[in-house]
């Protein structure tokens, strides 16, 4: 394995050839919000909370997704990446129906923390309140569409590491969403093993397994980074 | 097909030809069909059945006007009849023997709407009858295969297309031989070549009006990429919305397979090329490369970061080559009459002729190709013909919903891809809807903001909810009720959603703003209510 | 010594709560402030000009809108205090229906007596609930589900001194 070396934020830093951009700054412990991400599920690159400029690139690029570069260098935190994160966060709060005060994640919510983070505390935007359904059909699981970013990690940890391939989704634009099966109920769908893997690597509220108090609905999506390792190993 | 036969058919067809006393062409484009075309020629054919067949009576692809249509040509285009109905059949036939026009039907074919034309990509569209191959090989068709196959090396071919300064006619403007020379380097024992016919612009209707006209084009530019790149499989990839193209397609392909032009061993080579024909289920996103890909392999039509790009791992990660429509229907004229012949065409930069859709508030409404660096007051005033009914020509938009708008004073602006873009709008597919005195410019910005918020796949944040909340902006300031905080916030918007989209779609949505907000600001600021920016700190 | 008024607009009076909740630290708070309006104290009317005002609660209704702007007028610096008026929050649920579903809801499905909505006394809705700061502008927002007794104090300690408060300790919604 060969070993590049790179310019993070004026650091100079060497990596391991193949590694993400995001893969190099976590190492290094320099912060670069994600949403989409889970370390063990395929990067899609569609939060774009983690974009970066790249000296000599057009535009700005996904470090969840880009493969680092001999002499790269990397910008992770400029004003202006600030102020685009900030509103491509401001863009998810009004997008759905986010009430964290009545939210079963409340206090243990990515979209929360990321708030925090990235110094979100107030949006110029209209709350566009969207009528979402809720799918309580399943036996153990809830959906609430409300809270529902799309970031897809159900529908890749379903596909990727269930191989049930339940979730997926419909739509397009603003009116996209997820769905089980074919937009049926989840609790009728015939895909579904109820592992409720779904469940632990959404990052907000909106699924969430039933009967559980704010505070009991503490996630665990750390498993998958587990399982992805362990069957790499394997192999 | 051996190398001799495409000559003998060749001539057999042109004798053929030759033994009628007239040919008369009658549009089977979309446009001319829409308004009974296919009436028409039924007509026409009855009444040649009545005269002893010493006329040919055949479909002929888009003459261009289509605002004048349905249209008939005469002899290639000695005489031109617009506006023509089922009833003008016998008139027609009358003015055949009389050597005497129909007067009251006849369009001026010296007018500079056709003069100042240069076509190259459209030279048979109006000629020959798009659904028979031989009518094709007739003008020359397919010899630019041959001699790809049997006198070139693919490393030609590519130096070639390199050399004649061919760039993408998608949009972008990326050089054609260089993105060639890219996949030809990948080593794979399968490569593809794709057809991007997934056109969904408003206003742009040039690469339906290709595939309409002339889809043997096509197939042997497509045929002499595969050459190129070392690829054997090919795919063209229709919107559904395009019945028309997709039979003439489908029909060349039919054609083309049977003369052996396509498949095994073609002319005699070992060269081998299949072309299939793949449909778009009605997404606008689709025409982006990667969404195009997925939407082929059967998978949700979204796009994927970049890199890796197609080039290095495509269909089904594969290498593959993806052009657009105009694009390949320029190769068989490069391979034939050269590069340094194609690049004498056009500017320094943007070689070669584009394609045009004239639509809106002008005069000579259809398709022209025109060679690029030609001025955009000569497209307007000259080909167009002007602003109807005594109105002021406004703006021009190009590039459909990732272009913008082009206003008054930089009517002299070279049409290349440099310049356009140094303007604020883009070449784009060729697309060009004219504006006069009347139009609102923040509406035309709400019109394609409502489109690009429609076509969104939703796949990425910026542009599924920032397009939405965009369009929602442009609709709070045409009612009146925005203040300039509102303006700023838009503006905020436009440029994040057009620095951090995933693909072309989200990063060019904001153009249209943009560009109206650069041209035409005062129009946007006389909508504000007079308020103090709202803003917490 | 600055003149301090609170303003209790659609919210569940949880924020004003969580001023109570700073107990004995109010007494600090008070050598340097004196409260000149809130629902908490018995004045009819907001004063002249207001040093600092807290506001609890979204813009819902005509009678919020009317009393935000008078109230933004009559202030030095405005405070957005917790995620109703930062973000419409609860109150903010019902924008997703039309008023007249809403006020359905409420005054004839679950009424077990007269049913019939209102038409006296209570204020329209508006069509949307708004956050106080698309409404007039605010010179600080302090996000929370109610903010806490301590974020309180800390936002007070500042602001009583002159001194800019960082958001970012305060930035938390829920």
């Not at chain 1, 309580?136 to 596909?159: I, Q, Y």
């Amino acid at each position: 394995m060969s070993v590049k070396t790179l310019k993070m934020d004026g650091k100079d830093l060497s990596a391991r050839e193949g590694d993400t951009i995001l893969q190099v700054a976590e190492e290094n412990n320099i912060y670069i919000p994600t949403l989409c991400h889970l370390d063990g599920l395929a990067d899609v690159g569609a939060c774009r909370l983690c974009v970066v400029e790249i000296k000599g690139r057009r535009g700005f690029q996904p470090a969840c997704s880009t493969v680092i570069e001999e002499g790269m260098e990397v910008v992770t935190n400029s004003e202006t990446l600030q102020k685009y994160r900030r509103l491509i966060l401001e863009l998810l709060f009004v997008e759905g129906n986010h009430v964290c005060a009545v939210c079963v994640s409340n206090r243990h919510c990515d979209l929360q923390d990321l708030a925090v983070k990235v110094g979100m505390n107030y949006t110029r935007l209209a709350y566009r309140a969207p009528v979402r359904d809720m799918d309580l059909s399943h036996e153990r699981f809830g959906f609430d569409g409300n809270r529902c970013v799309l970031c897809t990690r159900c529908v890749r940890v379903c596909d990727e590491i269930e191989g049930a391939h339940t979730w997926d989704v419909r739509g397009r634009g603003i009116e996209a969403s997820v769905i089980t099966d074919l937009d049926q109920p989840w609790g009728e769908s015939l895909t579904c093993t109820s592992c409720g893997k779904c469940v632990q690597v959404c990052p907000t509220g909106a699924l969430f397994q039933k009967g559980k108090s704010a505070a009991e609905m503490v996630k665990q999506a750390t498993f998958v980074t587990y399982l992805k390792s362990m069957r790499e190993s394997k192999k | 097909m051996e190398s001799h036969e495409l000559d003998e058919l060749a001539a057999r067809e042109r004798t053929r030809q030759g033994d009628y006393h007239h040919q008369i062409g009658v549009c089977v484009g979309s446009g001319c069909a829409s308004s009974r075309s296919p009436q028409i020629r039924a007509a026409l054919e009855a009444e040649a059945k009545k005269h002893g067949h010493a006329c040919r009576v055949k479909g002929v692809g888009c003459m261009g006007l289509c605002g004048a249509g349905p249209m008939v040509s005469v002899d290639d285009d000695e005489v031109l009849y617009q506006h023509v109905s089922e009833s003008d059949a016998t008139r027609i036939y009358a003015g055949l023997e009389k050597g005497e026009p129909v007067e009251d039907l006849v369009i001026a074919n010296d007018t500079p709407f056709f003069t100042k034309q240069v076509r190259v990509v459209r030279r048979n569209a109006g000629k020959i009858d798009p659904d028979r191959i031989e009518d094709y090989i007739a003008e020359g068709g397919y010899s630019a295969l041959r001699k790809a196959l049997t006198e070139m090396t693919p490393e030609e071919v590519i130096d070639e297309v390199r050399t004649s300064g061919l760039r993408g006619r998608g949009g972008a403007g990326y050089p054609t031989g260089l993105k060639w020379s890219t996949v030809s380097k990948m080593k794979s024992p399968q490569k593809y070549v794709i057809c991007n016919g997934d056109e969904g612009d408003p206003g742009a209707f040039m690469d339906r009006s290709v595939m309409e006209s002339d889809p043997h084009l096509i197939l042997e530019g497509m045929a002499i990429a595969g050459y190129a790149i070392g690829a054997t499989q090919g795919y063209i990839y229709v919107r559904a919305e395009y019945p028309l193209a997709i039979e003439r397609l489908k029909n060349a392909i039919k054609q083309a397979r049977k003369y052996e032009l396509l498949g095994e061993n073609i002319f005699g080579t070992d060269f081998d090329f299949s072309i299939e024909i793949r449909l778009g289920a009605g997404a606008f996103v689709c025409g982006e490369e990667t969404a195009l890909i997925a939407s082929i392999e059967g998978k949700r039509g979204s796009p994927r970061p970049r890199p890796p790009y197609p080039a290095e791992s495509g269909l089904w990660g594969k290498p593959t080559l993806i052009n657009n429509v105009e694009t390949f229907a320029n190769i068989t004229a490069i391979i034939e009459k050269g590069s340094a012949w194609f690049s004498s065409i056009g500017t320094e930069k943007s070689t070669g002729t584009k394609i045009f859709a004239l639509s809106g508030k002008i005069t000579n409404i259809g398709l022209i190709e025109v060679p690029m660096g030609i001025s955009l007051g000569e497209i307007i005033y000259d080909i167009g013909g002007g602003i109807p009914d005594g109105h002021e020509f406004k703006a021009v938009q190009t590039g459909g919903p990732s272009g913008g708008c082009i206003p008054a004073v930089h009517l002299e602006v070279s049409v290349d891809y440099e310049s356009l873009k140094a303007l604020g709008s883009i070449m784009g597919s060729g697309g060009m809807i004219v504006m006069d005195d009347t139009a609102s410019m923040v509406e035309v910005a709400h019109y394609f903001m409502e489109f690009s918020k429609s076509e969104s796949c939703g796949k990425c944040i910026p542009c599924r909810v920032g397009t939405a909340q965009m369009y929602d902006l442009l609709a709070l300031i045409i009612s009146g009720e925005a203040t300039s905080a509102d303006l700023q916030l838009l503006e905020d918007l436009c440029e994040m959603v057009r620095d951090t989209s995933l693909c072309g779609l989200g990063q060019s949505a904001p153009n249209p703003v943009l560009s109206t907000l650069r041209y035409f600001r005062e129009e946007y600021e006389a909508l504000l209510v007079d308020a103090k920016p709202v803003e917490a700190k | 010594m600055i003149t301090m008024a609170t303003v209790w607009l659609d919210g569940c009076s949880g924020c004003h709560m969580s001023i109570l909740d700073m107990d004995e630290y109010l007494i600090e708070i008070f050598k340097r402030a004196t409260l000149v309006y809130s629902p908490l104290v018995d004045h009819k009317d907001f004063p002249e000009m207001v040093d600092l005002t807290l506001v609890e609660g979204a813009v819902s209704s005509t009678d919020d809108l009317a009393k935000i702007k008078k109230v933004r007028q009559h202030t030095k610096t405005l405070v957005a205090l917790g995620d109703c008026a930062v973000t419409g929050n609860v109150p903010g649920m019902r924008s997703m229906f039309p008023v007249s579903a809403v006020m359905e809801r409420a005054y004839v499905e679950n009424a077990d007596i007269n049913p019939g909505a209102p038409t006296q006394k209570i204020p329209p809705l508006i069509a949307r609930v708004r956050p106080v700061h698309q409404i007039v502008p605010v010179d600080l927002v302090v996000p929370g589900c109610p903010p806490s007794a301590k974020t309180i104090a800390y936002v007070l300690d500042r602001l009583i001194a002159g001194e800019p408060v960082d958001s970012a300790e305060i930035a938390r919604f829920g």
